[in-house]
């Protein structure tokens, strides 16, 4: 379940850092979130709690285009079930 959602978490993340409407400090925290999320060697809680932290920082970003808002909020909702998995 939790590799599921972890792929396609980073599938999310992977079209915010691609897309050139996003800003650049959102891009580069969409692109470390996927890199956190994909290392292996650590519990997956731990990941997807570092994530959520991340993600929820920028998603208050008021420079934040509103697609890519909604797109946050979804992976932050996915990474949240996991946890309380």
Known sequence: MSNETFS???????????NPSVPRNI???ADESNTFLNNK???ETIRASAVILILD?????PNIPIHARTLIWEVLSKLESIKTN
Do not use: F, G
């Open 8 to 18: 396609e978490v980073s599938e999310i993340l992977k079209h915010i850092t691609e």
């Open 27 to 29: 891009r580069r925290a």
């Open 41 to 43: 060697e650590e519990d």
């Open 57 to 61: 920082e920028i998603s208050n970003d």
